[in-house]
């Protein structure tokens, strides 16, 4: 083992740990990312029927190998029950295997995807194209800018109050 590979080891094992997070955070919020910026579709969408279809197989993740792999070449300790029970559901005192847990990792997953590709679908469908964000700079119609307000100095319409006159 080259010197300095322990810490850069585990260094790089912690590097990857934090891409599977974004990688799971992305697979829960991706659809409902890409409702601002549509075309982050075409990259959530194979990421999420990946990560489910991993998932599904009960195959391991191998961002989870890589970065068992990575621990084990530096002589640290690696862990059991795969990513989401390490880093999720060990501290919640939850059992990953569990029922009820698996059914809660599938319902988060399918709702917030169903939820973000359900308003996709309802903007194409409504606008009779594809999918566009929505904002003053991205929509021309809404892009159009307010009638300036002209001031004119002050104006009375009421009549003077009793014992004035009026200028």
Do not use: K
């Not at 982050?40 to 990421?47: F, I, M, Y």
């Amino acid at each position: 083992m080259p010197p300095g590979w322990h810490s850069g080891g585990v260094l790089l094992a912690n590097a990857v740990a934090l891409v599977h997070a974004a990688a799971v955070l992305f697979m829960l919020v991706g659809a409902l990312l890409a409702l601002r910026w549509p075309r982050l579709v075409l990259l959530h969408a194979p990421v999420a029927l990946v990560i489910l279809g991993v998932n599904l197989a009960g195959a391991d993740c191998p961002l989870t190998d890589l970065e068992l792999w990575l621990r084990e070449r530096a002589g640290a300790p690696g862990y059991e029950g795969g990513f989401l029970g390490r880093y999720l559901f060990d501290p919640l005192g939850l059992e990953v295997d569990a029922a009820g847990t698996q059914l809660g990792i599938y319902a988060t997953a399918i709702g917030l995807n169903a939820v973000g590709y359900g308003l996709l679908a309802a903007r194409a469908l409504g606008s009779g194209g594809a999918p566009r964000a929505r904002g003053p700079l991205q929509d021309p119609e809404s892009a159009s800018p307010a009638p300036a307000a002209s001031w004119s100095g002050p104006t009375r319409t009421s009549a003077p109050a009793p014992g004035r006159s009026r200028p």
